[in-house]
């Protein structure tokens, strides 16, 4: 059985603006098991940054607010955790990557300052030792040139840099990996190479990896498990052969279907009519019930559950509960 | 037939660099490249960044000052008109360009974006153009009143339908879209590609499609050129070039994206290493030292860019080595 080692349960952040509330995460479950890889999927806006933020302790209070939930890391609560024991865990336990790598190193210090100050941070250990350990974990992103650690980000190219981050990030073997979009500014033949080394990783190390991105495809490649955000809300939870073979929700559906490519040129795409709610105008039942095709009455009024529809399989859809029908039949 | 014609098209910029500013090298962005568009053909140019396929769009119609080679546009040689005619030739041809959000003027009013192009042409009365403006809202689904808004009212696949309807409004022959639908979200980039073909058909446009995206590309196009550190290496009709691509790199290129189904069995080709700086290219093929097949001739000698059997256009020593 498979352990879980990050649980969210009910998560709601909610920014407090001037032009109301934006209620950015509204009751994300989300558990990641050892291990695992688990995709995070959504279009901008849908939440899922803000997701990953807050399980690192990073998104700035106020105007961001935790109104409601937990986040069990190993059995600690860090949405209640004082914040010096969460510095102690973010870095060494939880690490996380990001899309530009160059607007997260810094641009003063070398490579070698970045990678030593992550580990002499947590842990007391001899410069020389520190920079013989940064050495090798570079060699492990495949970065084994002469001097690097005396180079600085600007003399790196994309890819380079996004190694180096990963680097930094899996320097202290952290439990868990978040990786918000980090092949997302990069070229396809890097991106490959990029989502190879972090299976690599995963197997070496053992080391979890929340996996946040838009491309469906990355997805099928990496993921074991997928989470499907939209308007703030988990709408689909499932292992990755179902989400291509029988997606449950209609929103999933369509974004499955509005990929290009895979068929005749002649042919239309589909498209999901609409657009994604303004965040501070949520409707009042299903937040997707104005862009669905299977719209019904009771989708306008109630906000549908996260319900079973196979085993391991959850969607966000009254569709799944014989349609019309009243509560309980699914 | 033939509407655009592109010759041996280069264009370097200079570097400057040193203590006083001195010029002290070259980018060739664009390196001997050429080829054909039909009318009413959608040519697609896919490559990574820096490979020259945006320049070679725009030095094509002259937004960039070429450096050599020649461009045949419906019949006129856009090199040698003076800037008057070129001028007045660019009614024909139009840009749509990625970022939504930095391409509209932030303090004018749609309907003023939209007319101003015919203002500048010269085209109808001031009336004439006030029903055009909203004939063209029209034809990309937007609605009357939101000629009224202002760019930051929109959302970005509404913005890019301005911009589309921009580049409509001269009713040109060719447009030339760079990563048209790069900064959307899958489910609005497909409302978007809809709206390009749907268009296409109506006014017989020519389109010359940028992107870095292959799925969007091979959805949309008819034929597509791969670029590579400012040349062309290989062009072929769209159906051809997936499934059976010639050269190496285009071949690591397409096995390295995700493709969106986890049971799909394939071999992966992980290049190594990253595209050299443009700025000193390497000799011969450009892309010898990423490639596993290369061997001696590739370091010396540049391949010739030619025809292998029914149009597939292709750079690469391998085409003779294997006969």
């Known amino acids: 059985m498979a352990q879980p080692m990050l649980e969210i349960q009910q998560l709601k952040l909610h920014f407090f603006t001037d032009q109301g509330v934006v209620k950015a995460v509204d009751g994300v479950d989300l558990t990641i098991n050892k291990g695992e890889i688990v995709g995070l999927v959504g279009e901008s806006g849908c939440g899922k940054s803000v997701t990953s933020l807050s399980i690192m302790g990073l998104v700035p209070q106020p105007p961001g607010k935790i109104v409601n939930g937990s986040i069990l890391f190993e059995g600690k609560d860090l949405v209640r955790i004082p914040s010096r024991k969460m510095r102690y865990i973010r870095g060494k336990e939880i690490a996380m990557i990001f899309q530009e790598p160059m607007t997260s190193l810094n641009p003063l210090f070398t490579i070698g300052n970045q990678l030593t100050e992550a580990i002499r941070t947590h842990e007391t250990c001899s410069r020389r030792e520190a920079e013989q350990r940064s050495l090798e974990m570079l060699k492990k992103v495949g970065i084994s040139r002469e001097g690097i650690l005396r180079e600085y980000p600007h003399q790196l190219s994309g890819g380079m840099r996004q190694r180096v981050m990963i680097a930094m990030a899996m320097i202290l073997k952290p439990r868990l990996l978040i990786a918000d979009e980090p092949t997302t500014a990069l070229d396809v033949t890097i991106q490959a190479q990029i989502l190879d080394l972090m299976r690599l990783l995963n197997k070496e190390f053992g080391t979890s990896i929340l996996m946040i991105t838009h491309d469906l495809g990355i997805i099928a490649e990496l993921c074991d498990r997928v989470f499907v955000m939209y308007a703030g809300q988990v709408v689909e939870e499932t292992d990755r052969y179902s989400l291509y073979k029988s997606p449950g929700h209609p929103y999933t559906q369509g974004l499955l279907r509005s990929i290009p490519g895979m068929e005749e040129r002649q042919k239309r795409l589909y498209a999901i009519p609409g657009q994604v709610v303004p965040p501070h105008n949520m409707p009042a039942g299903c937040r997707f019930a104005p862009r669905c095709q299977d719209v019904m009455e009771r989708c306008k009024k109630e906000v549908p559950p996260l319900s079973p529809v196979a085993e391991g399989h959850l969607s966000r859809c009254f569709l799944h509960q014989g349609g019309e029908q009243e509560h309980g039949t699914a | ?323």
């Open chain 2, 1 to 323: 037939m033939v509407l655009l014609d592109v010759r041996n098209l280069q264009k370097s910029f200079p570097v400057y660099g040193g203590m006083f500013g001195k010029k002290t090298g070259e980018v060739r962005a664009v390196d001997d490249v050429s080829f054909t568009v039909e009318e009413g053909e959608v040519l697609g140019f896919v490559g990574e960044s820096g490979c020259g396929k945006s320049t070679t769009g725009r030095t094509m119609i002259r937004l960039y000052e070429p450096t050599g080679g020649e461009v045949i546009f419906d019949g006129k040689n856009l090199f040698q008109l003076s800037a008057g005619e070129m001028r007045k030739t660019r009614r024909d041809l139009q840009m749509v360009f990625q970022d939504p959000f930095a391409s509209l003027n932030p303090r004018q009013k749609i309907a003023n974006i939209l007319e101003e192009p015919l203002i500048v042409h010269g085209i109808g009365t001031a009336k004439e153009r006030k029903e055009q403006v909203q004939e063209l809202l029209h034809v990309v689904g937007l609605n009357p009143f939101h000629g009224e808004r202002y760019p930051h009212q929109f959302s970005g696949g509404q913005r890019q339908r301005i911009g589309i309807a921009r580049a409509l409004s001269t009713r040109p022959k060719l447009i030339v879209a760079d990563e048209p639908v790069s900064a959307l979200d899958v489910s609005i980039q497909s409302q978007v590609l809809n709206l390009m073909m749907d268009l296409q058909e109506q006014f017989s446009l020519t389109y010359i499609f940028i992107s870095h995206d292959l799925s969007v590309v091979k959805h949309i196009s008819h034929r597509v050129g791969v670029m590579y550190l400012g040349r062309m290496i290989e062009l072929s009709p769209r159906d051809e070039l997936y499934s059976k691509p010639l050269h190496p790199y285009t071949r690591a290129l397409l096995s390295a994206v995700p493709v969106p189904d986890p049971e799909a069995k394939r071999k992966r080709m992980i290049l190594k290493g990253d595209v050299p700086s443009p700025e000193k290219p390497p000799a011969g093929c450009a892309f010898h030292p990423r490639c596993p097949h290369v061997f001696e001739r590739c370091r010396e000698e540049r391949p010739v860019f030619e025809d292998a059997g029914g149009g597939h256009m292709v750079a690469c020593h391998l085409m003779e080595k294997g006969g």
